[in-house]
């Protein structure tokens, strides 16, 4: 046995390999270009630390990015038709289903959990965008009704973050219905006399924006999100003209008084917490 090439080379060999680099470690800002470091990107909670560019964020972890501590608890959903038209496209509607799960490890594009914001009781139903566009059929109604009887029952303020393409056509008048229906759930909240916040994230667009969202007590949205119902081609094409820049970004939308404040991720959880802090606050008893 030759100990220089049965052992000594090998260690060598070891100690100067190439080392795997995961493909993770850094990500490329859509907006500015520049490259960030994971660890940096998830500590600025997907903001860009040169541009300010707001990343698009999934439902779990927009959760944990607004709890207290990460710490919240999910509730389980109403289970509904998986497919009651029978839909197929390119694809059968199942098997679209069945991708979208498998990707987000999520039954359908929203989740509703409670917890603590700054220490105070909340119910929060977040969108998903990933699953197909964040579309709105069946389950995504039930989610939002099952959130209000929940912030009902806790007596705890409802929040909802939407992100979303609008109804899901392959559930037809199915998914047009959930209009009517999440309304019936923003007034079940407002006639238990709790707050409804709605937080607007890029982009909500269609029938999600036409119906539970533009009823909120207060109109938070994150910077440059897309917020609207046609798309700005068909509406140059239908009125022929020329849009305004910026037009159906968060900022625009601001300044003609249909959003009532434009925040930043960074400083969401904070904005929040005030502003349950404020619409909850009993009346005082009337001077004897």
Not at 188 to 210: C, H, N
Not at 225 to 243: D, N
């Given at each position: 046995m030759n100990w220089l090439t049965e052992f000594v080379r090998p260690k060598i060999r070891t100690l100067f390999a190439r080392r795997e680099v995961p493909d993770n470690l850094w990500h490329q800002c859509p907006a500015c270009q520049q490259m960030i470091f994971h660890r940096d990107m998830l500590a600025n909670l997907r903001v860009c630390p040169h541009c300010?560019?707001?990343m698009r964020v999934g439902a779990v972890e927009r959760l944990a990015f607004t709890f207290d501590e990460g710490s919240y608890t999910r509730i389980e959903l109403?289970?509904?038709?998986?497919?009651?038209?029978?839909?197929?496209?390119?694809?059968?509607y199942t098997d679209r289903l069945k991708e979208a799960r498998d990707k987000t490890h999520l039954d359908d594009a929203i989740?509703?959990?409670?917890?603590?914001?700054?220490?105070?009781?909340?119910?929060?139903?977040?969108?998903?965008?990933?699953?197909?566009?964040g579309s709105m059929g069946a389950a995504v109604?039930?989610?939002?009704?099952?959130?209000?009887r929940l912030a009902v029952l806790q007596e705890a303020p409802l929040i909802a973050f939407t992100a979303s393409g609008g109804a899901r056509m392959m559930e037809g008048m199915i998914s047009l219905m959930q209009m009517p229906r999440t309304v019936i759930a923003t007034?079940?909240?407002?006639?238990?006399?709790?707050?409804?916040?709605?937080?607007?994230?890029?982009?909500?667009?269609?029938?999600?924006?036409?119906?539970f969202p533009m009823l909120g007590d207060v109109h938070i949205a994150?910077?440059?999100?897309?917020?609207?119902?046609?798309?700005?081609?068909?509406?140059?094409?239908?009125?022929?003209?020329?849009?305004p820049d910026g037009f159906q970004r968060a900022e625009y939308l601001h300044e003609h008084g249909i959003i009532d404040m434009v925040v930043k991720r960074t400083e969401l959880k904070a904005t929040l917490a005030r502003l349950i802090s404020?619409?909850?606050?009993?009346?005082?008893?009337?001077?004897a």
């Open positions: 300010g560019h707001h109403p289970k509904v038709t998986a497919d009651p038209l029978r839909f197929r496209d390119t694809k059968r989740v509703v959990a409670h917890g603590r914001i700054d220490s105070q009781q909340a119910v929060v139903a977040a969108m998903e965008f990933e699953f197909i566009g109604g039930e989610g939002l009704l099952s959130a209000a007034r079940i909240v407002k006639e238990a006399g709790l707050p409804y916040i709605v937080v607007f994230t890029d982009p909500t667009t269609g029938g999600v924006t036409a119906s994150e910077p440059a999100a897309l917020i609207g119902f046609a798309g700005a081609r068909v509406i140059e094409q239908t009125v022929r003209e020329k849009l404020l619409l909850r606050v009993k009346e005082l008893p009337a001077a």
